[in-house]
């Protein structure tokens, strides 16, 4: 007599499935404590990629952007001393020549390094908001960093994706019904009115012949420094305030008032 075997089969898928599943139980709850439902679509607790190193560093050349801005004001300053006299030697120009474009290769290669480091801030900045779970928002990573060499655009778009940044760190699912930072207006103000100055001054630098019209520009590059040491300092606040805010959303942490002081 043949034997039916498919009782057989029939019990060794039963076994398979009650075989232990630990593993599939402890994944569950992982990705359960990975994600959040709100509003009906998960948002995530996990860095796509931790800016803290990236945050750290570009705090450090902010700060040595600073040092090197007053480095310039004083530079500036000395011109202008030398260039209020009635007379000035032709030694006394050339060192002043010389000591002012050593000057301006410093500031313009820590310049040069604190923008990459802050353009490449910007992207991460934005990445990790999109893999939060926010959805929507206007600007990719790549156009919140091209946004700033689009004339015109770079006027108030750069300023725009990073407000829609700061709102999804605060809630992925709910970005568009957050606040924003007054730090961020105060960052973007000094940015617009830093760069429109140094236009002005660039310019002024390159027809300036007589000494009256060489020290009003040096005047001028004087203030533009101050401000850019203003907008270093302004952008610092604005790292730091944003850092925080992503910082306190992967941890579960209770998301830092917009006007609370940084620390």
Excluded at 36 to 47: C, E, S, Y
Excluded at 63 to 86: F, M
């Amino acid at each position: 007599m043949s034997r039916d075997h498919s009782d057989d089969r029939y019990d060794g898928r039963d076994r398979r499935d009650d075989g232990d599943d630990r593993p599939r139980r402890r994944l569950r709850d992982q990705d359960r404590d990975d994600w959040d439902d709100d509003r009906d679509r998960p948002v995530r607790r996990r860095f796509v990629r931790d800016p803290a190193g990236l945050t750290a560093f570009v705090q450090v050349m902010l700060g040595l952007s600073i040092l090197t801005h007053l480095l310039s004001a004083g530079s500036d300053w000395l011109e202008i001393e030398l260039l209020s006299r009635q007379e000035i030697t032709e030694a006394e120009a050339e060192a002043n020549d010389l000591r002012q474009g050593v000057v301006g290769l410093v500031v313009f290669g820590v310049y040069l390094v604190t923008a990459v480091a802050v353009l490449k801030w910007v992207y991460r900045a934005n990445r990790n908001a999109r893999g939060f779970g926010a959805d929507d928002l206007s600007a990719s990573p790549g156009w919140a960093v091209g946004y700033f060499f689009v004339p015109i655009l770079n006027l108030f778009r750069p300023y725009q994706a990073m407000r829609e940044v700061w709102q999804a760190s605060r809630n992925p699912a709910d970005w568009r019904g957050q606040p924003g930072s007054p730090r961020l207006g105060l960052w973007w103000a000094l940015w617009v009115v830093s760069n429109l100055a140094g236009q002005v001054q660039f310019r002024l630098a390159l027809r300036a012949k007589t000494q009256d019209e060489l020290a009003a520009q040096a005047r001028l590059s004087l203030g533009v420094g101050l401000l850019d040491i203003a907008l270093c300092l302004s952008l610092m606040a604005v790292v730091a305030g944003l850092y925080r805010l992503q910082v306190a959303w992967v941890r579960g942490d209770d998301i830092p008032d917009p006007h609370d002081p940084i620390r």
